[in-house]
């Protein structure tokens, strides 16, 4: 998976590439990351990328002509090499970002350029001229298109096979199976009064693996009943789910697609 990360501030993101699972993608060439200031494809020595918004306002909009700049060379640069470039616009009118979202991210053969906005955003005509994809992490605002976009190669990096040391955690965490995950435990067996429930401690792997799928289903019913609204659930998962409304789990009545 390649990456462009464009953005006024370089050090809220940078850092992160050199910490953790992202260091390791890169340190195993599976994930290639290069950020770029968009102050260096400014006009003026001052390297001013921002100005005050016509009509009035508060706040500051991110100016087009530099954006604009950077992008083309990159298209150009990249065109030279054979590569095309995927251009993502964190924005809160865009798609909602999903697993099936990073999933599609980490399969896409072109390279990925992220333009992070600041401030009250970026002058419409960037988005006139480039037509960039939009995508949103969520309805809140945070400071700027940098932490939207270190969830993105963040999510999406984990699902290129080889960075995580074992396949089977992106099978298990949460949303992998359009559900919550089952609650961890580690030693010891008993913290403050609290115990470790003596499925987990049974050995019998079969009994631990229904028990895990139980609490998954638990946690989602209670939680986020939403994602199990007309899901298409196995028989298995039927029967569970069944146990979980006989013992009064609180939650959200669900209607759940029947297995063909």
């Known amino acids: 998976m390649r990456c462009d990360i464009l953005t006024l501030f370089p050090d809220m993101v940078a850092p992160v590439f050199g910490q953790s699972i992202l260091k390791r993608a890169q340190e195993k060439g599976l994930l290639h990351v290069q950020v770029r200031n968009l102050r260096d494809y400014t006009f003026d020595r001052h390297k001013v990328a921002d100005d005050v918004p016509y009509g009035g306002g508060a706040g500051m909009v991110m100016k087009a002509e530099p954006i604009l700049r950077a992008v083309e060379q990159i298209q150009a640069d990249y065109a030279e090499a054979g590569e095309q470039?995927?251009?993502?616009?964190?924005?809160?009118?865009?798609?909602?970002?999903?697993?099936?979202?990073?999933?599609?991210?980490?399969?896409?053969?072109?390279?990925?350029?992220?333009?992070?906005?600041?401030?009250?955003?970026?002058?419409?005509?960037?988005?006139?001229?480039?037509?960039?994809?939009?995508?949103?992490?969520?309805?809140?605002?945070?400071?700027?298109?940098?932490?939207?976009?270190?969830?993105?190669?963040?999510?999406?990096?984990?699902?290129?096979?080889?960075?995580?040391?074992?396949?089977?955690?992106?099978?298990?965490?949460?949303?992998?199976?359009?559900?919550?995950?089952?609650?961890?435990?580690?030693?010891?067996?008993?913290?403050?009064?609290?115990?470790?429930?003596?499925?987990?401690?049974?050995?019998?792997?079969?009994?631990?693996?229904?028990w895990r799928r139980k609490e998954a289903l638990r946690s989602t019913y209670e939680r986020r009943p939403d994602l199990l609204q007309d899901r298409v659930l196995s028989l298995e998962d039927q029967q569970l789910l069944e146990e979980l409304t006989r013992e009064g789990v609180p939650g959200t009545p669900v209607r759940c697609g029947e297995e063909g």
């Not at 970026?122 to 270190?150: C, F, K, N, W």
């Not at 359009?178 to 792997?205: F, I, K, N």
């Open 85 to 210: 470039i995927r251009l993502l616009y964190p924005s809160p009118h865009g798609r909602p970002f999903t697993q099936v979202y990073a999933k599609n991210l980490a399969d896409d053969a072109r390279r990925i350029v992220i333009l992070c906005g600041h401030y009250e955003g970026v002058d419409e005509r960037v988005r006139l001229a480039l037509h960039p994809e939009e995508v949103s992490i969520g309805d809140y605002v945070v400071t700027g298109g940098e932490l939207p976009a270190l969830v993105l190669i963040d999510a999406a990096a984990r699902l290129i096979p080889g960075v995580l040391g074992d396949p089977e955690s992106i099978v298990e965490e949460s949303f992998s199976d359009a559900l919550l995950e089952y609650p961890h435990y580690t030693r010891p067996a008993e913290v403050r009064g609290m115990p470790v429930p003596e499925v987990l401690l049974s050995g019998h792997h079969e009994v631990i693996r229904l």
